[in-house]
């Protein structure tokens, strides 16, 4: 019988700084049932062990469209994210997965998707906006809000100029805090609203941010005519085993390692109260 917590080696074959605590690694596994393949959908997440030190839960954030490799993007945020962000170039981490369910992808084709990150919440939701760019006559126009907290936490940013270059795609950036060399927008990610003249008609949202973000953002979304379920939320809860079998992480009557950890904002409101999701 397939022992579902036993992971694969997969080796670090580069590392990309992208503020002054969050890394991005791109993995080749090296395990030979692998062969160099692994087979994930947008916005799974994977389980990340270092020996001796523990498990985390990380969203992937390369496309399925790339294949050969899996990025993650990490914040150094406690015990394993720190040692993993201590590695480097031809080290080894250990990999479970994949798990959780999926961003759509047929089901949004025809429209136009709002992608609406916040940090390092960009991670997972990159996964399906390269996805859709590979895939970019499927699609309408593509509209990417992200905020950071200030400029020097902006995630990806050579990504934001390149998406911001594809034909029929408008890409805005905001920040809380400015500083001196800030030429961009400031302010929360809900200020871009307006600039960005958002449309509900035909239009899927996609979010992923600290919960406050996710909580303002699709409120404002309905205000503006956004149904419940065409605003798909990735949420982050409490993981240890990633499969449904330790509780950790239920919401009401779900689990969000295996009914998650992409919902509907339909699903959202329906959690419990108590649950304090947002
Ligand atoms: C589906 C999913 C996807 C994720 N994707 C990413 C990603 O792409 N990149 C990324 O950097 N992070 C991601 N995370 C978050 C990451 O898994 C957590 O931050 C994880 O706790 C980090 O492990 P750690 O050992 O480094 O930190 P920990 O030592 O677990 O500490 C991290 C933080 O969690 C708090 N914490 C610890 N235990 C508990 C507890 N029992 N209840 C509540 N809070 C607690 C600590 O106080 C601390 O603030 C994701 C989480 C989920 C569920
Ligand atoms: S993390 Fe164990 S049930 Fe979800």
């Known amino acids: 019988m397939k022992n579902e917590y036993i992971p694969h080696l997969a080796e670090i074959v580069s590392v990309r700084k992208e503020t002054h605590d969050t890394k991005t690694y791109r993995l080749v596994f090296r395990d030979s049932g692998l062969a160099g393949s692994f087979d994930y959908k947008q916005g799974q997440f994977v389980q990340v062990s270092v020996l001796g030190v523990g498990e985390a839960p990380i969203s992937i954030t390369s496309s399925p469209s790339r294949k050969g490799f899996l990025e993650l993007t990490l914040r150094a945020a406690g015990r394993v994210t720190s040692a993993i962000c201590r590695l480097h170039t031809g080290d080894s981490v250990y990999i479970r997965g994949p798990y959780g369910n999926f961003f759509p992808f047929k089901e949004l084709k025809g429209r136009d998707i709002l992608f609406i990150a916040g940090g390092i919440g960009l991670a997972p939701v990159r996964s399906l906006i390269?996805?859709?760019?590979?895939?970019?006559?499927?699609?309408?126009?593509?509209?990417?809000?992200?905020?950071?907290?200030?400029?020097?936490?902006?995630?990806?940013?050579?990504?934001?100029?390149?998406?911001?270059?594809?034909?029929?795609?408008?890409?805005?950036?905001?920040?809380?805090?400015p500083d001196g060399t800030w030429k961009g927008h400031t302010g929360v990610v809900t200020s871009l609203y307006d600039k960005a003249n958002i449309n509900s008609k035909n239009s899927t949202a996609v979010l992923c941010g600290p919960p406050v973000m996710i909580k303002f953002a699709a409120k404002e979304l309905l205000q503006r005519g956004f149904c419940r379920p065409d605003i798909i939320v990735t949420l982050e809860r409490y993981m240890k085993c990633g499969i449904g079998k330790c509780g950790h992480c239920n919401i009401g009557g779900l689990y969000v390692c295996t009914d998650g950890p992409v919902f509907t904002w339909d699903q959202v409101v329906r959690f419990p109260e108590n649950e304090h999701v947002f």
């Open 130 to 177: 390269n996805l859709v760019f590979d895939n970019r006559d499927a699609f309408g126009h593509i509209t990417i809000l992200y905020g950071a907290k200030t400029p020097q936490e902006i995630c990806f940013k050579n990504e934001l100029i390149k998406w911001e270059g594809i034909r029929d795609t408008s890409v805005f950036t905001t920040v809380d805090k």
